[in-house]
């Protein structure tokens, strides 16, 4: 059973995930219009992870017979800059993220929920590697700088991701 103060918690935690959703969705159709169709690709793939995030966490509120609570998902800024300026926003996103999960594993602790410490345990993980990735990528676009075919050809290495949905990851 979830408590009071872990539910509206987890609830926020939802609102979160689907606000990286809709961030990652407008960065996407940022990079289309810009005719960046590999970066395009990989933050529509972003967006759907960030999706099942959001139902991972909305499963398990309803799971522990707790109340789904929806709250209005913010406006994403809208003007993305640069793929480096995009990744590096990502990344500080990422890092809000981490945190934010950071303080429900300390709540969970409070509060003695053992579920729930060990629901949290898959997110603690997730954000090193959403984290790593990011870092990954912004390595790589330093590395580039302004060169064309540099570009080019991390574009075309983006194009190729593919979206694995949490539960076959397990
Ligand atoms: Fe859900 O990990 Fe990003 O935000």
Redesign the pocket.
Known sequence: MLSEKMTVALNGQIN??M???Y??MDMSAHCTYEGLDGFANWFMV?YQ??MS??MKIYDYINEQGGKIILEAIEKPPGDFGTPLEMFEATLK??Q???KS?HDLVTLANEEKDYATQIFLQW?VT??IE?EANDNEMIAKLKLVGNDGNGLFMIDNELATRTFTPPASEE
């Open positions: 979160k995930e606000y990286s959703a961030l990652y972003q992870e960030e995030h959001a996103h990422e809000f993220i981490t999960i997110f997730e954000q959403e």
